[in-house]
């Protein structure tokens, strides 16, 4: 197991343990089960603070990919090893398909026997959503209805050629 599998294993289950237990000294156990590396220790707490703050977008673009499920539905395992690889492949510099398959290997060990398929699918989901092009016009669930912007570019501009 690599060293960056090793954190996102550790990482998974500060927040299984958080969901369970909110006031756990996360900080202290990942300390412990990284054996005070601190390169580890940065990335893992990186993971879970950028987990953290864009936790409500993470959530509801996983709802939005599981279609028809709530969040609070789904195993707290599968859960926050969506939350995990949504966050590394939306706002990290982790190339998706790396999230994705560490991921599966996460709930392929941790999860039930169908967690590995489900976790793909919906990963898969929010993969196409990411790569695919949006039209200037198309409204996004984040934007509200497409806006026209005045052309503040001048005729001459460099950007007009």
């Not at 499920?69 to 195993?75: E, G, I, Q, T, V």
């Not at 995990?84 to 190339?95: C, G, Q, R």
Request: glycine letters at 4%; aromatic letters at 6%.
């Amino acid at each position: 197991m690599s060293r960056r599998s090793r954190v996102r294993q550790v990482v998974l289950q500060v927040l299984f343990q958080r969901d369970l237990n909110p006031g756990a000294d996360w900080e202290a156990f990942l300390a412990r089960r990284l054996q005070h590396r601190p390169e580890l220790i940065r990335f893992g707490s990186q993971l879970i603070q950028g987990i953290d703050f864009h936790r409500a977008e993470l959530d509801r673009r996983i709802e939005q990919a599981v279609r028809n499920w709530k969040l609070n539905r789904l195993s707290t395992t599968d859960r926050n090893v969506l939350r995990l690889a949504a966050f590394e492949m939306l706002k990290s510099d982790t190339p998706p398909k790396v999230a994705i398959n560490e991921a599966i290997e996460l709930a392929r060990r941790f999860g039930s026997k169908e967690s590995a398929a489900f976790v793909n699918g919906v990963l898969d989901r929010l993969f196409q959503e990411k790569r695919a092009p949006r039209r200037p016009t198309e409204p996004t669930a984040d934007s509200g209805p497409p806006t026209t912007a005045p052309n503040t570019e001048s005729p001459n501009s460099d950007s007009n050629l």
